[in-house]
């Protein structure tokens, strides 16, 4: 099955601030799924990275807050943009491996 | 609009116990089903999956089932360990165009296993 790196593995902020959280596949895959988990929340998608295209993102979430770069099939980058405490959350990637998914080890992002 | 829910969300039992942890769906058009654990502040690691079609899949001291026409899966875990605790959560994957290759997501069951 694929393996994902992310990195970084965690990190604390300053507001205001931009943070980018990078994943590299060791394989190439068509899409790529960014994911936030909010503390005590379930995932919730932010959107969907295709190579050489923009990504597609979900309802309430909006490219110039988390603009998402996809420059190869093995690799994506998700920026969180003008970080308030809110932005306080674990964010993910993802990869279709068959019919499941696989993830990351995800970012854990703490705004102060 | 796919509805996925685990119950308990919460639950502390002691080692060595059998325990069975809940997922229901609200749309039973789906692709297929998929049990994760996380760690706490980690990212998701795939511990089942289970086709449309199918009634069940074990791995080790787990056992997972879908019940699709009724909307449930529960996820067995014989003989629980400490080293089990963590939060498991059940992903739902559609079949309709523009969500085919979309998980929604279950809130989890935290389990603690106790010494």
């Known amino acids: 099955s694929a393996v994902i790196s992310q990195k970084p593995s965690r990190d604390i902020c300053q507001r205001g601030t931009s943070l980018t959280i990078q994943c590299q596949v060791d394989?190439?895959?068509?899409?790529m799924f960014w994911y936030r988990q909010q503390p005590g929340q379930s995932l919730t998608l932010i959107a969907t990275a295709n190579q050489g295209s923009e990504a597609t993102y979900e309802s309430g979430f909006v490219i110039d807050k988390f603009p998402i770069s996809r420059p190869n099939l093995t690799f994506s980058t998700l920026t969180v943009s003008n970080m308030s405490p809110e932005d306080s959350s674990i964010y993910l990637c993802?990869?279709?491996?068959?019919?499941?998914?696989?993830f990351g080890s995800g970012t854990r992002l703490t705004v102060v | 609009k796919q509805e996925v829910t685990q119950i308990p969300a919460a639950l502390s039992v002691p080692e060595g116990e059998n325990l069975v942890l809940n997922c229901s769906f609200t749309?039973?058009?789906?692709?297929?089903l998929q049990w994760f654990r996380q760690d706490p502040g980690k990212g998701l690691t795939s511990l089942l999956l289970i086709q449309s079609s199918q009634r069940e899949q074990t791995s080790g001291r787990l056992n997972a089932s879908l019940d699709k026409s009724s909307g449930r899966s529960t996820l067995y875990i014989a003989a629980s360990q400490p080293g089990d605790s963590a939060t498991y959560l059940c992903a739902v994957r559609g079949v309709t165009s523009g969500s085919a290759r979309q998980l929604t997501f279950g809130s989890g069951t935290q389990l603690t296993v106790l010494p």
């Open positions: 394989s190439q895959v068509t899409m």
């Open positions: 993802s990869v279709a491996q068959g019919d499941g998914y696989t």
């Open positions: 749309d039973s058009a789906i692709y297929n």
